[in-house]
């Protein structure tokens, strides 16, 4: 399944600065890395004198996160704090602030500061230039090990291959979004998001902004391994069934083979030179295992999603909201319910 975007688009510059501004953080056990974060948000609020709300979620932190985001969102009048009722994960928290968002231009950036928030004015003239979705390249990843580099390089490539999907290289979900975006992302429900390929698939007008990605502010990475590999899997099987196609071609070559060496082994014993052998029947017998085991597990990964998806559980609950830095009347938008 090749899934393609419109690339002949006619794009109309804007010519004039937005409305109104949103930024959406999510927080995971930032405690350490608020207090600057704060600091550089401020300088950058006070760049514009249109209304800038910035959202801070917490999705479950288990230190002082959702403490001083409360003590922010008082103190600031720009800071609305959102505290999940769990930790329901990165993408989806993500997914809850957009939900809470009433800006025009929406930017989504991690609290780690390795989003520079300095790049949003670039952002924001490419906007004004027509482009619906101004995402951040990385041109270096500073305080990154190579097992990571190595795994992102070949995640996106192999991705683009398999899905068919123009998800560009080496980014993340640091990117500015028209709200003509943001409503056409808010739309898509499903549980497993990859937002970033969700991005890509609505397609508009979209634009990269090349920049060097610094190391962690403060604190350890929240993205290990695990989830690294656990979002890829996301990934992969919520734009394309592709595994079940692997699958199904695993499954015939496998059959082949088998009966290829069925056709040996007759004309083995015709021959009379056939000694039935311990190591040969186990050999069938594993790979055979093997091969089913791995198609029961493909089939287990599609229908658990499926099962999910029935379910039809809200993607996030809330627990507690601090302040309200944007007016309704500003843009004449309702936000989604914070179940949803």
């Known amino acids: 399944m090749t899934i393609t975007q419109p690339s002949t688009l006619i794009r109309t510059p804007r010519n004039r600065d937005p409305q109104s501004i949103s930024l959406v953080i999510p927080c995971y056990n930032e405690e350490e890395v608020l207090p600057e974060l704060r600091s550089r948000l401020r300088e950058l609020v006070a760049q514009y004198s249109c209304p800038v709300e910035v959202?801070?979620?917490?999705?479950?932190?288990?230190?002082?996160?959702?403490?001083?985001?409360?003590?922010?969102?008082?103190?600031?009048?720009?800071?609305?704090?959102?505290?999940?009722?769990?930790?329901?994960?990165h993408q989806t928290a993500i997914t809850c602030g957009l939900d809470q968002t009433r800006g025009e231009v929406v930017v989504i950036l991690d609290a780690d500061l390795q989003d520079p928030p300095e790049l949003i004015p670039e952002m924001i003239r490419e906007w004004r230039d027509g482009y619906d979705v101004v995402y951040g390249q990385r041109r270096k990843r500073f305080g990154e090990s190579v097992s990571k580099k190595f795994f992102a390089f070949a995640f996106y490539r192999t991705f683009e291959r398999v899905v068919g999907l123009q998800v560009p290289r080496d980014t993340g979900d640091f990117r500015l979004m028209?709200?003509?975006?943001?409503?056409?992302?808010?739309?898509?429900?499903?549980?497993?998001?990859?937002?970033?390929?969700?991005?890509?698939?609505?397609?508009?007008?979209?634009?990269?902004?090349p920049y060097d990605r610094p190391e962690r502010f403060a604190g350890v990475t929240k993205y290990p391994f695990r989830k690294s590999l656990f979002l890829a899997i996301d990934a992969i099987t919520s734009f394309t069934y592709a595994p079940l196609r692997i699958a199904s071609y695993l499954g015939i070559a496998t059959s082949a083979f088998a009966f290829l060496y069925i056709i040996v082994v007759i004309v083995l014993k015709i021959m009379g030179i056939n000694d039935p052998g311990y190591t040969s029947t186990m050999a069938s017998i594993l790979l055979l295992g093997g091969v089913q085991l791995t198609v029961l597990g493909i089939l287990g990964e599609y229908v658990g999603r499926i099962f999910e998806q029935g379910q039809q559980r809200p993607l996030y609950l809330i627990d507690q909201i601090q302040g309200e830095p944007l007016q309704t009347e500003a843009t004449g938008r309702n936000q989604r319910s914070c179940c949803q």
């Open 55 to 89: 959202v801070l979620i917490d999705d479950g932190s288990k230190d002082r996160t959702w403490p001083l985001l409360a003590q922010y969102a008082q103190e600031d009048s720009f800071i609305k704090a959102i505290r999940m009722s769990r930790n329901f994960g």
């Open 178 to 209: 028209d709200r003509r975006a943001v409503d056409a992302l808010q739309s898509l429900r499903e549980r497993h998001r990859f937002v970033r390929g969700m991005v890509s698939w609505i397609g508009y007008h979209q634009k990269a902004l």
